[in-house]
């Protein structure tokens, strides 16, 4: 009887030691420097050189472009790919619109942000804003929106 327990044991060992190994490969292949495939290269309509992205050892994307307006392009491209969920609630957050999403308990939050108007606010200063910044904010722009395509 006992040599079948350690037998059962070892084998309940084994197959959670095969289950850390197989998920922890698993996982590893989704962190950026792990897969060889992060490697990007951009070349979508409104840029007119091809841009590229290649992330260093620690999985920080470096962007390599001829125009700053291909650069802000990629930038956002990149930022949609990685950090979308972190930029819609942002955004939802700066609108006062998070309730729509997450639940009842943000209506009060939701309320606060409505009047304090920092949505709004944002938009009425972009026409204020000099043109480089324009056109910088706007190929940024570009750039989330053809990702999210």
Known sequence: MGKTIRWIAFGVVGVIVLAVVVVG??????LPWQNPLFETRIDAPGVEKPVRVLPDD???PTITAEKAADAYFALGYIHARDRFWQMESMRRFGAGRLAEVLGAQL??????????????????????????TKAALTAYAKGVNHWLA
């Open 25 to 30: 490969g698993w996982l590893a292949t989704s």
């Open 58 to 60: 620690d999985g920080i």
């Open 107 to 132: 209506v009060d939050s939701d309320k606060w942000m409505r009047t304090l108007g920092l949505y709004r606010l944002a938009e009425q200063s972009f026409d204020g804003l000099p043109d480089a």
